[in-house]
C-alpha cells in the first residue's frame, strides 16, 4: 500500500460565499474538506492522476480516522481499476471550412468545433460539406462521399445521434457534424470543451472506428450557412420548433486533420466500511457513493484551466467523510459501506467496477443513496429525487423530508436522462434499488436562476471552485435529510424493495 498522504488543511474563506449564518460544527467540517478536496493541491482530480491519487489518500486517511475498516482490495483502502483512453489533441489537430469563393475560416478546437475521440480516428478529412436537418435515413439524399451536417437533437421523438450515424454511414458520408440544439433550454450547450478523451477499462476491446463524428456550436453554423445563401438561425429554429427544415450545401469544404494519443494507467475507488450492530442484517449492507473524480487540467476558461470541481463531486464526499466522522465507529444494525468511486465523468466506470466486481469488505449492497448533481446555491424548499417512484427508497424520503418542510419531487426533466448518468445507475441495472438528489426549483423563480447560472458558467468548467456562492443553510438542511435517511435506511427492519409499476426495475426484481 502507498504511504497515505495528508495535506495541510486549508484556511476556510467564507467571506462572499455564505448567505446563511454562522457555520455548525457539521458543515464547517464538510467545508473545510470540500476545500482541501478541491484544492489546487488536488489538481481536479482527473482519473488516473496523481492528483487523484492525493485526494484518494486523503480520503482513505479520513475514513480511517472515523474508525471504518478498509474494504478494498487486498485488505486495504483502495480498489484498483486499469484503464486506457484515447483523446483527440489540440496540439495537431486542425479543421478549416475553404468556401468556393476561396475563402478560409479556421475553426477553434474545443471551442466551437469538437471531434469524437476514437480508437482507430482517420487521420482526417477533405470533403463538400451539406445540410441534412433532421439526418434521417430518408434525408441522406446525395451524401456519398460528403461530410452530412445535422441537428444534433436530443428530445424525444426526434432522431437520437446513433441514428444519425448510422444513416449517415449508410448513406455514403465520409463524416457527421451534429449542430448544437439550442432549443434544449434544459441542458443549454456550453463551450469550451475541457478536452476530447473516451476512456475504456484496459481489459476491454475497443468497438470498430465509425466515420468521425463531430460537434459544432450553433452560431458557427448559422455563420456557415448564411455564407452559403440561408438563413441559419431560420433554420435552426424552424429545428427547435419540430419543423421541417430544408437541405442545402453549404457551398464549401471541410479540410482537418486529427492528432490522437493513448495512454494506459490505473485509479482506485476509495472503499471503507462500518460494521453493523445486527447479526441478521450482516448480509444486507447500504452502500453510500459518491464520486471523488473531476477533470482535472483542460481548456482554459477566461485564463484559468484548472477544473477544481468543487461541487461536482468534492463537496459530496465531503460528505461521506463527515458522516463517517460524525459516526466514529457507532454503527447501524446494517453495514454501512463508503464509497469514493473514480472514472464517473468518464462513463460511471468505477461504479460500473464496483457493481461488477464487489469486494469482500464491500458486497453487493440492498440500496444505494448516491451523492452527485448537488449544488446549494438556494434554499433547500424542493428535492428533486431520482429514481423516487421506483422503489419503497421514495416513500422513505418523502417520510423524513416532508416534515422537515421539504417538497419532494420527481425528475422533471427526464429528457435530460440524469437517472442514467450517475453512479447509482450501474446498481439499478444490478436489481439495487437506489436513489439520488438534486436541489429543485420552480421555473422562473430565482432559485432557477441561480441554477442556469450555475450551469452555464460553472458546470465542467474552472469556475467549479470554492468562489461559487452558496447557501451554507441549505446544505446544512441537506445534512440533516441525507443523515437521517441513511439512519432510516440502514435501521430499517426490512430492505428497501422495487415497485412493481417501476420502469426501471430489472426482469426478476
Request: include cysteine.
Amino acid at each position: 500500500m502507498r504511504k497515505l498522504w495528508v495535506p495541510a488543511l486549508v484556511a476556510a474563506t467564507l467571506a462572499g460565499c455564505s448567505t446563511g449564518p454562522a457555520l455548525d460544527a457539521r458543515t464547517a467540517l464538510w467545508w473545510q474538506t470540500t476545500q482541501d478536496l478541491s484544492s489546487d493541491v488536488m489538481e481536479g482530480r482527473d482519473t488516473g492522476s496523481p492528483g487523484y491519487d492525493r485526494a484518494a489518500d486523503l480520503v482513505a486517511a479520513q475514513f480511517m480516522a472515523a474508525e471504518l475498516t478498509p474494504a478494498g482490495d487486498d485488505g486495504g483502502w483502495m480498489q484498483r481499476i486499469a484503464f486506457k483512453d484515447v483523446e483527440v489533441t489540440a496540439e495537431g489537430t486542425r479543421l478549416t471550412v475553404v468556401h468556393d469563393d476561396g475563402a478560409r475560416r479556421p475553426l477553434r478546437f474545443l471551442h466551437e468545433i469538437a471531434v469524437g475521440p476514437q480508437w482507430g480516428l482517420a487521420s482526417g478529412l477533405d470533403a463538400p460539406m451539406v445540410w441534412r436537418g433532421w439526418c434521417r435515413l430518408e434525408d441522406m439524399t446525395d451524401v456519398s462521399g460528403k461530410i452530412v451536417v445535422c441537428l444534433g437533437a436530443r428530445r424525444e421523438g426526434q432522431t437520437t445521434g446513433g441514428g444519425r450515424l448510422r444513416a449517415a454511414t449508410e448513406a455514403g458520408a465520409v463524416a457527421i457534424v451534429n449542430v448544437d440544439d439550442m432549443s434544449f433550454t434544459v441542458e443549454p450547450p456550453r463551450w469550451p470543451l475541457a478536452y476530447a478523451r473516451s476512456v475504456i477499462l484496459a481489459e476491454m476491446t475497443p468497438g470498430a472506428p465509425t466515420i468521425p463524428v463531430l460537434r459544432l456550436a450553433a452560431p458557427t453554423f448559422e455563420a456557415l450557412a448564411d455564407a452559403a445563401g440561408q438563413d441559419g438561425a431560420a433554420v435552426l429554429a424552424a429545428g427547435g420548433r419540430n419543423k421541417a427544415m430544408p437541405s442545402f450545401d453549404l457551398n464549401a469544404r471541410m479540410q482537418a486533420t486529427f492528432a490522437t494519443r493513448e495512454r494506459s494507467y490505473s485509479s482506485a475507488n476509495v472503499l471503507g466500511v462500518l460494521p453493523g450492530t445486527d447479526p441478521a442484517l450482516a448480509d444486507q449492507p447500504v452502500l453510500l457513493i459518491a464520486h471523488l473524480d473531476g477533470y482535472g487540467y483542460g481548456t482554459p476558461v477566461d485564463g484559468d484551466g484548472l477544473y477544481n470541481g468543487t461541487f461536482d463531486d468534492a463537496a459530496y464526499v465531503a460528505t461521506l467523510t463527515t458522516l463517517a466522522q460524525e459516526r466514529a465507529g457507532r454503527g447501524w444494525r446494517r453495514p454501512v459501506i463508503f464509497a469514493a468511486v473514480t472514472g464517473e465523468e468518464k462513463g460511471l466506470w468505477g461504479s460500473r467496477w464496483l457493481a461488477d466486481h464487489p469486494t469482500p469488505g464491500a458486497p453487493t449492497p440492498v440500496a444505494v443513496l448516491n451523492l452527485d448533481q448537488l449544488r446549494p446555491l438556494y434554499p433547500l424548499t424542493i428535492l428533486t429525487t431520482l429514481a423516487l417512484d421506483d422503489s419503497t427508497l421514495g416513500q422513505t424520503v418523502r417520510q423524513i423530508a416532508e416534515p422537515m418542510g421539504i417538497e419532494v419531487r420527481p425528475d422533471r426533466e427526464p429528457e435530460r436522462g440524469l437517472i442514467r448518468r450517475s453512479d447509482h445507475w450501474p446498481f439499478m441495472q444490478k436489481g439495487v434499488p437506489a436513489v439520488s438528489f438534486l436541489f429543485g426549483f420552480d421555473y422562473g423563480t430565482p432559485a432557477h436562476d441561480a441554477y442556469l447560472d450555475w450551469y452555464r458558467r460553472r458546470y465542467h468548467a474552472p469556475q467549479d471552485d470554492v468562489t461559487t456562492p452558496i447557501d451554507f443553510q441549505a446544505q446544512a438542511d441537506f445534512h440533516t435529510f441525507w443523515f437521517a435517511l441513511v439512519d432510516a435506511v440502514a435501521n430499517a427492519d426490512r430492505p428497501p424493495q422495487w415497485l412493481p409499476d417501476s420502469p426501471n426495475r430489472p426482469r426478476g426484481n
